[in-house]
């Protein structure tokens, strides 16, 4: 697909129709200023499950159902497949990654191959759980360590990416450890990526609930880890 837009602002959403309608006339709002060419991609259910639809046709957003089933992977591959963008920014549709910041992200776009929204740089904060917290950090030391990642936050989703370089991937995992597997294999697969972090406060989503299971989160990611560490990344 040929690179048309200056930038691609990508929602994987399930469910959160109330949180979009929020966000998108923000998002729009942002993106106005900074450049002239951007799209905003809702990448929804296979089927719609809410008025999601209606919301981004509401917002000039572009509307578009995930293929290969209703997991958050699913998502991602069928986002950084339709967007257009030279910049792909991947932010979360629950209201926890806020708009402005999307200004921070695309600023360094002429400097990095990828910047990060930071948690747990100086300056970075969230305001998850002790819990979550505590297993966010588990994950982020394990995978920085294991595979060489020198990131203080591999795990969080609110990214600017260089659209060629995403869209070169070949991404195989179905859940939230995708955010993970992207990162390695763009390190990997590009000597000298420029990777820059910046301090972000995370925040809680505003409506609805999250569609994380802890379980399975924990099993995926500890089989990940363990599978990108050993395979040979092409």
Known sequence: MELTKNLSIVLPAYLEEENL???LPRINKVCSEITDTYEILVIDTEKAMDGTPNACNENGASYI????GNTYGAAIRTGVKSASGKKII??????????EFIKSLYSEKDTSDVVIASR?????????????????????????????????????SYRLYDGEKL??????????DIVEEVLYKLIKLNKGLVIKELPFSFKQRMFGETKRNLPKFIITYV????????????
């Open 21 to 23: 309608r929020l966000l």
């Open 65 to 68: 159902n995930r293929t290969g």
């Open 90 to 99: 991947f932010m979360d549709a629950d209201g926890s990654h806020h708009p």
């Open 120 to 156: 747990y740089m100086k300056g970075g904060h969230t305001e998850n759980s002790p819990l979550l917290i505590l297993m966010s950090k588990i994950v982020n030391w394990g995978f920085a360590f294991v595979l060489n990642i020198k990131c203080k936050d591999v795990s969080n």
């Open 167 to 176: 869209k070169s991937l070949s991404l195989k995992c179905e859940n939230f």
């Open 223 to 234: 089989f990940t880890l363990i599978k990108l560490r050993f395979m040979k990344i092409k």
